[in-house]
């Protein structure tokens, strides 16, 4: 006899059980998982990351740093090199007065020797006789 | 470190609904062995997250989740149950009556979706109909309304072969 009611089909129904499903395989997964917390990570990772710096520290050639502790000398300026704005202003710095600075400036490159078997074109001019 | 403190939780949590959860699972999957892979990888996201403990209702909590990854379930994109006979039971039958397991697999596979879980959730996973408006975004009326439907349509399924569909009194 069939069944009508809706009641006595769910009844019905509810005689097949659902089948239980397999184990959950969680034992082994969640522990290995998580051995190590991000804490944990972190603090191996820090560690590591002074060792490589200690190393690099350790191991690599020291450099001195070059150190400039004042400015450039009048001495220093007149090495055969262009004049720059930087040591104008220290020779403007340091000389007694303007005119003295304008004149350490401008006679600079003369401080340069002529090489040998060259003459320098004031020198020859003044050799040479006026004419009346 | 978080201790696996819910272990013990979620372990009786599996086996108190995971029969059910299982069968809900394999009505939106189509299959047993999927569903099962489904179940497993709800329940060891649980075990990992702390989830679990925020939810209200816990029951309700587990067939969103199981519902939520079998529908995420990259194979199950065409969403109809194609039932293998040949495949895994999802019951198991009163008296060892497997023809009849298979009478109802195949007549629950029939069912539009939406009417097949509602028929698992209210009927295996005994959900009101208020948990599962909650739980599938209806209304209490449309759950039931739906539930309703898929008696008959079962009912006129499994009871149309003579000798099948006795009457439990």
Known sequence: MPIRDDEQFEKYLKQFH???PEALP??????VRRPLSFAAWAAVAAVLLAVVVSVLLHWLPHRPKEVRTSRPGVEELNSPQPLTI????????????????VDNMAFQSE???????????LALLSEEETKQ | MRPTRTTPEVEQLYSQHGPALLLFAAAITGERSRAQDVLHQVFLKLLEDQHLRRAADVKAYLFACVRNAALND??????????????LAWFEPPARDFAEEK????????????????????VWGELTFAQIADLLTISANTAASRYRYALVRLRESM???????????
């Open chain 1, 18 to 20: 659902p089948v239980v």
């Open chain 1, 26 to 31: 969680m034992k082994e997964q969640v522990r």
């Open chain 1, 111 to 121: 401080s340069k020797p002529i090489s040998e078997g060259r003459y320098s074109a």
């Open chain 2, 103 to 122: 009478n109802l697999r195949r007549a629950l596979a029939e069912l539009p979706d939406d009417q097949r879980e509602v028929t698992v959730l209210h």
């Open chain 1, 86 to 101: 930087a040591k104008a202003n220290a020779l403007l710095g340091e000389a007694p007065s303007f005119k003295a600075a």
């Open chain 2, 74 to 87: 990259a194979r199950v994109s065409r969403r109809n149950v194609a039932l293998d006979d040949e495949g």
């Open chain 2, 159 to 169: 009871c149309a072969k003579e000798g099948s569909c006795a009457d439990p009194r």
